[in-house]
């Protein structure tokens, strides 16, 4: 998830305008999601990725990335938080919208590669409090925003996280690569 210094996630009004990628972190971004089978989003997010990256690969202009993510993201199993969609005509996709710790535990249990949560301010908030997330993977943006849509929201306990990986991109971005610690 891109995070900006102060620990926001997205302005005010859920604009992103101010996050930095690059050729460079979406290779390297790549490498990293292509380890996960399951995708997790919540309603606004899925439904930004269902307008445009089931057909993003097929556009002349696509670039490299575009059509990678693209065929991954049609590939991927996808799981959406919402109380308001209906999953019933949704090809690959599982709508959770009650008994989220049971839900998610259940598809935790299953065989396969990771599940990673993209973007979905309210859903990861849903998550966090529930102690559902194993790890959390931040770029970290330059810049400080100074308000706008927290990513640490309402955290009832401390949640104490191991580091795994650091990397520093050519853009200024620091990736942090953390689990977490529950012992």
């Known amino acids: ?3 900006s210094l102060d620990g926001f996630v997205a302005g005010l009004n859920g604009e992103m305008d101010w996050i930095k990628v690059d050729e460079e972190i979406f290779d390297y971004g790549y490498e990293r999601i292509s380890e996960g089978d399951t995708a997790l989003y919540g309603r606004a997010t899925y439904q930004m990725m269902e307008d445009y990256w089931p057909t993003a690969g097929d ?3 696509a670039s490299k990335h ?3 993510h693209s065929k991954w993201y049609m590939k991927v199993y ?3 938080l919402s109380k308001t969609m209906n999953g019933a005509d949704l090809t690959n996709t599982q709508i959770i919208s009650d008994n989220l710790s049971d839900r998610i535990n259940e598809i935790k249990q299953q065989a396969g590669g990771d599940i990673l949560l993209f973007g979905s301010p309210t859903a990861t908030h849903s998550l966090m409090q529930q102690n559902l997330i194993d790890g ?3 770029f970290v943006n330059p810049i400080i925003l100074g308000q706008g849509i927290p990513l640490f929201v309402d955290i009832k306990d401390k949640i104490n996280l191991k580091l795994l990986t650091t990397r520093q991109f050519t853009c200024g971005v620091t990736e942090l690569n953390y ?4 012992q």
Do not use: G, S
């Not at 689990?179 to 529950?182: E, T, W």
């Open 66 to 68: 575009d059509i990678e």
């Open 1 to 3: 998830m891109h995070i």
């Open 59 to 61: 556009m002349p202009t």
């Open 179 to 182: 689990i977490v610690d529950r």
């Open 78 to 80: 996808k799981v959406v």
């Open 136 to 138: 959390y993977w931040l």
